[in-house]
């Protein structure tokens, strides 16, 4: 509770200082609705012309619409046995608590429900999609108190069962590691039906190492125990090498599948990333 107590105060404030309006600019309702019918004025668009209420009332009246505003938004959190790894201040688990109460809040604070799916191999927790400040403290809660396990990741899962349970259109943020594989086909498909947003998040030990010599490390996910010689250059150049690839190759397929992302680590403030990802979001929609 303590945990959470903080990461509201310091959410709260960046939403506040930070994310006031543009959150509401660059995530659109879900189109438009009929608002009123009021009487033509010189310059109004005659397309909006009501022919049916003109005839009746002998002069000429028009259609207004405005948009649909309420969004469901969900956040789809990977809660896997390589989520608990951190060498700072807090580990991938904690940080996607944080990004999940700041977008959370941020969506509470234009009237939107949020719902929460916790996922590793399988579905740990599904809270349905609603609205107030309660329900975003709420997926908070639940994202720190995932217990620890040894459960591997499998994404593509995850997005199947996202699919079954939502029928209508939402605001998709899925935030993982993305430590897995075989799931590009699937991340096409939800990306077709849903406004999906990717926030692979990292540790700076996951894409390089520090000469520590001789250690003893564990994969999270299977309990394998390995024997690194951490002060060997050529090693520690390899690891790099191979972390860097696949931060590209992620990159890449995020760009081929047109799916907007927030890259996190563990060792700075994530708010830039978030603003980053929103101004992009307002000059691609013409309103930046």
């Not at 310059?43 to 209420?53: F, L």
């Not at 994404?155 to 897995?180: P, T, Y």
């Amino acid at each position: 509770m303590k945990q959470v107590g903080k990461i509201k105060v310091i959410t709260t404030r960046l939403v506040d200082e930070h994310l006031s309006g543009e959150y509401h600019s660059v995530f659109k309702g879900q189109g438009i609705e009929f608002d009123e019918v009021r009487q033509y004025i010189p310059g109004d668009d005659v397309r909006s012309i009501d022919w049916n209420v003109t005839a009746r009332m002998g002069h000429p009246f028009i259609k207004r619409f405005s948009e649909e505003r309420e969004l469901t938004v969900i956040f789809l959190v990977d809660i896997s046995g390589s989520q608990c790894f951190g060498t700072g201040e807090r580990s991938k688990a904690e940080l996607a608590a944080e990004i999940t109460c700041l977008l959370a809040l941020s969506a509470i604070k234009n009237q939107d429900k949020i719902g929460l799916i916790l996922f590793t191999d399988q579905i740990e927790k599904s809270i349905p999609p609603r609205k107030g400040r309660t329900a975003a403290m709420r997926l908070v809660r639940e994202v720190l108190a995932a217990e620890e396990t040894r459960r591997k990741t499998d994404i593509a899962g995850a997005f199947h069962f996202l699919n079954n349970v939502q029928k209508r259109r939402a605001v998709v943020f899925l935030i993982s590691d993305f430590m897995d594989s075989n799931y590009e086909n699937e991340l096409r498909i939800l990306s077709r039906r849903h406004d999906v947003i990717c926030c692979p998040v990292s540790d700076p030990r996951e894409m390089e190492l520090i000469d520590a010599g001789l250690i003893e490390v564990q994969d999270p996910e299977t309990g394998d125990l390995v024997l690194l010689d951490t002060g060997s250059a050529h090693i520690r150049n390899e690891f790099k090498r191979s972390a860097e690839k696949e931060q590209k190759r992620l990159a890449d397929m995020f760009r081929k599948l047109k799916v907007d992302t927030i890259f996190l680590s563990t060792s700075r403030p994530f708010i830039d990333d978030v603003r980053k990802l929103f101004r992009q979001r307002q000059i691609r929609a013409g309103r930046g």
